[in-house]
T-cell receptor, first 113, second 114 residues
């Protein structure tokens, strides 16, 4: 199994809603990532978890709250988002070793109304 | 902040033509990775180059890593319509026990017309 599975594929939410994005992998990877990709732009790193601990937070606003309950799961909790947060949210995983490739999920296309 | 400049941003060519995509930075990366992304999907790794001066071939695709490990190129020979997509270069740094941080270039949107 070399897949990273993200749910839901599409999400529409209002600015007062609370929602969560989910990501799962069973490749034994101990590094997991959240990236944000705006339309026609490259992915931008948001968070990195290494051995289930948050290792990198790229100055992401607190309305985005990541969680890594175990080595296979990664969540991104969303609260009070703004319309400019609409984007494709990509989860990825890799071995922690240097220069290991990242496996990306298909993403969640988020629209904030 | 480490930046990767990728060029060209857009490329529209006829089937059978050759093309080169460039990825340049003022920073040194531990490796340079090339990804391809289809609409509605996540990026998929094509190749990783690690050693300065390294050349890797993947069928009609040739990847080079500059001697100083700051720049890279992707050359496609005899492009086919199936090569159409978004090509992304990404520089990797590896903070201790913190996974691989990728900084992506701006991407090159390639369209190959039959």
């Amino acid at each position: 199994d070399t897949e990273v599975t993200q749910t839901p594929k599409h999400l529409v939410m209002g600015m007062t809603n609370k929602k969560s994005l989910k990501c799962e992998q069973h490749m034994g990877h101990r590094a997991m990532y959240w990236y944000k990709q705006k339309a026609k732009k490259p992915p931008e790193l948001m968070f990195v978890y290494s051995y289930e601990k948050l290792s990198i937070n790229e100055s992401v606003p607190s309305r985005f709250s990541p969680e890594c309950p175990n080595s296979s799961l990664l969540n991104l909790h969303l609260h009070a988002l703004q319309p400019e947060d609409s984007a494709l949210y990509l989860c990825a995983s890799s071995q922690v070793l240097q220069d290991e490739k990242l496996f990306f999920g298909s993403g969640t296309q988020l629209s904030v109304l | 902040t480490q930046l990767l400049e990728q060029s060209p941003q857009f490329l529209s060519i006829q089937e059978g033509e050759n093309l080169t995509v460039y990825c340049n930075s003022s920073s040194v990366f531990s490796s340079l990775q090339w990804y391809r992304q289809e609409p509605g999907e996540g990026p998929v790794l094509l190749v990783t180059v690690v050693t300065g001066g390294e050349v890797k071939k993947l069928k009609r695709l040739t990847f080079q890593f500059g001697d100083a490990r700051k720049d890279s190129s992707l050359h496609i020979t005899a492009a086919q319509p199936g090569d159409t997509g978004l090509y992304l270069c990404a520089g990797a740094v590896h903070p201790y026990n913190a996974g691989n941080m990728l900084t992506f270039g701006g991407g090159t949107r390639l369209m190959v017309k039959p």
